[in-house]
């Protein structure tokens, strides 16, 4: 089985300050990765997928993520954040056996609440 | 392009009664369908998902039910609504099974259950 981990709920950060959303997962397979943003009141947006290849993953909206093997996470950064980029984020895996992939599994989310 | 409706947008229901929601996608075939259930701080939990036409997986026992009468519509089904069945159900689509790696998902707007 898969399981995600977003062990903060909620981070706090003022504009223009650096931001890093944590995410760690479990599986027993390969899988990709994925962080997902929600506005309030709407479906998921995808910022970025990680599937092979290069560790580091850039995204829409100046996000970036990457990927670490040995340490099963796949962490997301911004380098300098603004009042919109306020929403809930989502780390996601989806586990592949032999080329098929059918199930998303999301962590519980983390609230970014940029700050003026 | 591939779109994808979710209706209605909110719902208030009364403990007991049914429920039937629908969603739908246009523009691609043979996807992967996904409802995901959002209650308030316990991210995304996936309820049912389905590979082809009749072909539901079911994630956790509930008081739900899914079907998947064509190919490109899901509905998620209540006979007696429970006041535990409030929250935010999300419908999603993904490319199926084929030569495309990484399923990335794409989200309906959501429908906003309230059960009183």
Known sequence: ????????????????????LRCNYSSSVSVYLFWYVQYPNQGLQLLLKYLSGSTLVKGINGFEAEF???????????????????AEYF???SPFYGGATNKLIF?????LAVQP | SQTIHQWPATLVQ???SPLSLECTVEG?????????????????????????????SSE??????????QDRQFILSSKKLLLSDSGFYLCAWSPGQGPFLGTEAFFGQGTRLTVV
């Open chain 1, 1 to 20: 089985a898969q399981s995600v981990t977003q062990l903060d709920s909620q981070v706090p950060v003022f504009e223009e300050a650096p931001v890093e």
């Open chain 1, 68 to 86: 670490n093997k040995s340490q099963t996470s796949f962490h997301l950064r911004k380098p300098s954040v603004h009042i919109s980029d306020t």
């Open chain 1, 91 to 93: 780390c996601a895996v």
């Open chain 1, 107 to 111: 962590g519980t989310g983390t609230l």
């Open chain 2, 14 to 16: 009364p403990v007991g």
């Open chain 2, 28 to 56: 691609t075939s043979n996807p992967n369908l996904y409802w995901y259930r959002q209650a308030a701080g316990r991210g995304l939990q996936l309820l049912f998902y389905s590979v082809g036409i009749g072909q539901i």
């Open chain 2, 60 to 69: 956790v026992p509930q008081n739900l039910s899914a079907s998947r009468p």
